[in-house]
Protein backbone atom coordinates (compact mmCIF):
# COMPACT_ATOMS: atom_id res chain seq x y z
CA UNK A 1 0.00 0.00 0.00
CA UNK A 2 1.57 3.47 -1.08
CA UNK A 3 2.11 5.94 2.22
CA UNK A 4 1.82 9.45 1.90
CA UNK A 5 4.75 11.59 3.72
CA UNK A 6 4.36 14.27 5.74
CA UNK A 7 7.08 16.94 6.80
CA UNK A 8 7.48 19.93 8.62
CA UNK A 9 10.39 22.52 8.71
CA UNK A 10 10.69 24.64 12.05
CA UNK A 11 12.84 27.33 13.13
CA UNK A 12 15.03 26.00 16.30
CA UNK A 13 15.03 22.46 17.42
CA UNK A 14 12.25 22.76 20.19
CA UNK A 15 9.92 23.31 17.86
CA UNK A 16 10.80 20.32 15.53
CA UNK A 17 10.81 18.23 18.96
CA UNK A 18 6.98 19.31 19.77
CA UNK A 19 6.58 18.41 16.23
CA UNK A 20 7.54 15.14 16.09
CA UNK A 21 6.37 14.40 19.29
CA UNK A 22 2.60 15.59 18.00
CA UNK A 23 2.69 14.11 15.00
CA UNK A 24 3.51 10.37 16.23
CA UNK A 25 1.00 10.49 18.79
CA UNK A 26 -2.03 11.77 17.12
CA UNK A 27 -2.28 9.45 14.52
CA UNK A 28 -0.77 5.87 13.30
CA UNK A 29 2.17 7.39 11.06
CA UNK A 30 5.85 6.12 11.27
CA UNK A 31 8.57 9.06 11.98
CA UNK A 32 11.02 8.03 9.03
CA UNK A 33 13.53 11.12 9.03
CA UNK A 34 14.18 14.25 10.88
CA UNK A 35 17.36 16.47 11.05
CA UNK A 36 18.88 19.76 10.41
CA UNK A 37 18.05 21.47 7.27
CA UNK A 38 19.78 25.03 7.28
CA UNK A 39 20.22 28.03 9.36
CA UNK A 40 18.83 26.49 12.49
CA UNK A 41 16.25 25.25 10.82
CA UNK A 42 15.26 21.50 11.67
CA UNK A 43 12.59 19.10 9.74
CA UNK A 44 10.97 16.04 10.61
CA UNK A 45 9.09 13.52 8.16
CA UNK A 46 6.72 11.23 8.92
CA UNK A 47 5.02 8.40 6.53
CA UNK A 48 1.26 6.79 6.95
CA UNK A 49 -2.31 6.49 4.95
CA UNK A 50 -2.78 10.20 3.65
CA UNK A 51 -5.76 10.99 6.27
CA UNK A 52 -3.01 10.06 8.77
CA UNK A 53 -0.40 11.93 7.79
CA UNK A 54 -3.03 14.90 7.07
CA UNK A 55 -3.94 14.45 10.86
CA UNK A 56 -0.78 14.22 12.15
CA UNK A 57 0.85 17.20 10.28
CA UNK A 58 -1.80 19.66 11.34
CA UNK A 59 -1.16 18.31 15.29
CA UNK A 60 2.34 19.15 14.57
CA UNK A 61 1.92 22.80 13.26
CA UNK A 62 -0.21 23.59 16.56
CA UNK A 63 2.43 21.94 18.86
CA UNK A 64 5.46 24.06 17.31
CA UNK A 65 2.85 26.97 17.72
CA UNK A 66 2.51 26.61 21.21
CA UNK A 67 6.30 26.03 21.94
CA UNK A 68 8.35 29.78 22.75
CA UNK A 69 10.11 31.29 20.07
CA UNK A 70 9.67 28.37 17.56
CA UNK A 71 7.79 28.93 14.20
CA UNK A 72 6.89 26.36 11.23
CA UNK A 73 9.11 27.70 8.19
CA UNK A 74 7.16 25.50 5.61
CA UNK A 75 5.22 22.39 5.66
CA UNK A 76 3.68 19.99 2.99
CA UNK A 77 1.98 16.38 2.20
CA UNK A 78 3.18 14.27 -0.43
CA UNK A 79 0.33 11.89 -1.23
CA UNK A 80 1.46 8.26 -2.19
CA UNK A 81 4.89 10.06 -3.67
CA UNK A 82 6.75 8.09 -6.60
CA UNK A 83 9.72 6.14 -6.56
CA UNK A 84 12.05 8.18 -7.79
CA UNK A 85 11.19 11.12 -5.00
CA UNK A 86 11.80 8.11 -2.30
CA UNK A 87 15.48 7.33 -4.12
CA UNK A 88 16.26 10.88 -3.96
CA UNK A 89 14.71 11.94 -0.76
CA UNK A 90 15.99 10.40 2.67
CA UNK A 91 12.21 9.30 3.12
CA UNK A 92 11.75 5.43 2.79
CA UNK A 93 11.40 3.14 5.39
CA UNK A 94 14.56 1.57 7.09
CA UNK A 95 15.29 -1.35 8.86
CA UNK A 96 15.20 0.77 12.40
CA UNK A 97 11.55 1.78 11.35
CA UNK A 98 10.36 -1.09 11.23
CA UNK A 99 9.40 -1.84 14.39
CA UNK A 100 7.58 1.47 14.37
CA UNK A 101 5.58 0.73 11.47
CA UNK A 102 1.72 1.13 12.12
CA UNK A 103 0.98 -0.20 8.62
Do not use: C, W
Amino acid sequence: MPAAVGVIQTLGFPGVLAAADAMVKAASVTLVYYGLAERGEFLVAVRGPVSEVKRSVEAGIVSVEQVFGAEVVSHYIIPNPPENVEQVLPIHYTEQDEPFRMF
